[in-house]
C-alpha cells in the first residue's frame, strides 16, 4: 500500500481570505491507498465517527472520480474536522498525491492543486484552494483563479483548537457581502505586510499582516473566547493573531522562544471560559509526502 502523509493547513491568516494558506508542520492526515476495482473508504482517528464513508459525501471520493482511480482508501485522522485545520483538505491532498502516484498520472503538485479542490466542493460547496494548496505544496501558498504562487517559510506558529464545532459552511454565512474602501486599503497593506514577513521569515511582519477587520470580527462570534484568547497571546508575546480557517481554531504567530509560553497562556484562556481546547506547538512545513 501507498502511504501518503498530508499537513493541516491555516487559510486566510487574517488578511488573505480566500487567498492565502500555509502548511503546519503538524497535525496531518494519513492515508494508505491501494488499486481496487471501484472507491471505498475506512475511516480512523480524530473525529473519524463524524466523517462519511461514502465516497459520494467524503472529499477522498472527488479526487479520485476527478483521477479516474479507483482505490481502496484508508484515512487515519490527525486533523479533526469542522476544525478550521483544514481537516477535510488534508485528506483531498493526500488522496490527489497518493493516486497520482498510484496511477502514474504524471500531474504536478500544482495541476493536483484543483483536482484536490473538487473535493472540497463536496463539503462546502465551494472549490476553494486555499487549504489544499498548501497542504500539497508545503510552506506559504497564495491561491487565485490565475494559480498557485509558493513560498518557502519558517515561522513558528501555535494554533489552539478548542472543544466547539464550527462547519466551514455556516462560517460562510455570515461572512460580510461588501467591505468599505478604507477597509480594503487597509487589508491589501497588511496582506503585503504578510507576504514580505512570509519572504523574509520575519514573525513580527507576519503577525502585523495578520489584522483584520472585514471577515474575522464577523466569525469572531462564533467562537466562544476569541477575544479573551487573542488578547491573552498577544500579551504573551504573540505577534499576530487570527482565526485559522473558518475556525474555531485560533492561530498565532511568535517568535520561538514565546511560543510554549503562547500556548499555555491561550489554553488558559479558553479553560477561564469553561472551554476545553487542545493546541499545537507548530510551524510552517512541508506539503504532503509519499512513504
Ligand atoms: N476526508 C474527510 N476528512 C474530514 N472531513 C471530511 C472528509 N470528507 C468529508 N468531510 C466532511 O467535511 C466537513 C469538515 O470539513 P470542514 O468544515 O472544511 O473542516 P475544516 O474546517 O477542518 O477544514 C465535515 O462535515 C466532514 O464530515
Ligand atoms: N477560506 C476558507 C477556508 C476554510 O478553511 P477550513 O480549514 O475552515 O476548512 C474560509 O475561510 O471559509
Known amino acids: 500500500m501507498l502511504t501518503v502523509r498530508a499537513p493541516a493547513t491555516s487559510a486566510n491568516l487574517g488578511s488573505g481570505f480566500d487567498v492565502f494558506g500555509v502548511a503546519l508542520e503538524r497535525p496531518a492526515d494519513v492515508v494508505r491507498l491501494e488499486k481496487a ?66 496511477y502514474d498520472r504524471g500531474y504536478s503538485r500544482e495541476e493536483l492543486v484543483p483536482i484536490a479542490a473538487k473535493g472540497e466542493a463536496v463539503v462546502s460547496g465551494d472549490a476553494h484552494d486555499d487549504n489544499v494548496a498548501p497542504s500539497i505544496m508545503g510552506g506559504f501558498t497564495i491561491a487565485t483563479e490565475k494559480g498557485v504562487t509558493q513560498v518557502d517559510a519558517d515561522i513558528p506558529l501555535v494554533a489552539c483548537l478548542p472543544d466547539i464545532v464550527v462547519s466551514t459552511r455556516d462560517a460562510r454565512n455570515v461572512v460580510p457581502e461588501s467591505a468599505r474602501v478604507e477597509q480594503m486599503v487597509e487589508t491589501v497593506g497588511n496582506a503585503a505586510a504578510l507576504t514580505t514577513g512570509m519572504h523574509r521569515d520575519d514573525p513580527e511582519l507576519v503577525g502585523q499582516g495578520m489584522h483584520d477587520t ?78
Open 37 to 102: 476495482d471501484r472507491v471505498t473508504i475506512e475511516m480512523t482517528g480524530a473525529g473519524s465517527q463524524y466523517i462519511p464513508e461514502d465516497p459520494e459525501k467524503n472529499t477522498v471520493g472527488a479526487v479520485a472520480e476527478a483521477l479516474d482511480a479507483p482505490a481502496r482508501i484508508q484515512i487515519d485522522k490527525g486533523v479533526r474536522p469542522a476544525s478550521g485545520l483544514g481537516s477535510s483538505a488534508a485528506s483531498a491532498a493526500a488522496a490527489a498525491v497518493g493516486l497520482n502516484e498510484l
Open 214 to 291: 472585514v471577515v474575522t470580527p464577523a466569525r469572531a462570534k462564533l467562537i466562544d473566547g476569541y477575544e479573551q484568547v487573542r488578547e491573552a497571546a498577544l500579551a504573551a508575546g504573540a505577534t499576530g493573531v487570527t482565526i485559522s480557517g473558518a475556525g474555531p481554531t485560533v492561530i498565532a504567530a511568535c517568535a520561538e522562544e514565546d511560543r510554549r509560553r503562547i500556548a499555555s497562556t491561550m489554553l488558559d484562556a479558553f479553560g477561564e471560559r469553561g472551554v476545553d481546547a487542545r493546541v499545537y506547538q507548530t510551524r510552517i512545513g512541508r506539503g504532503a509526502e509519499v512513504f
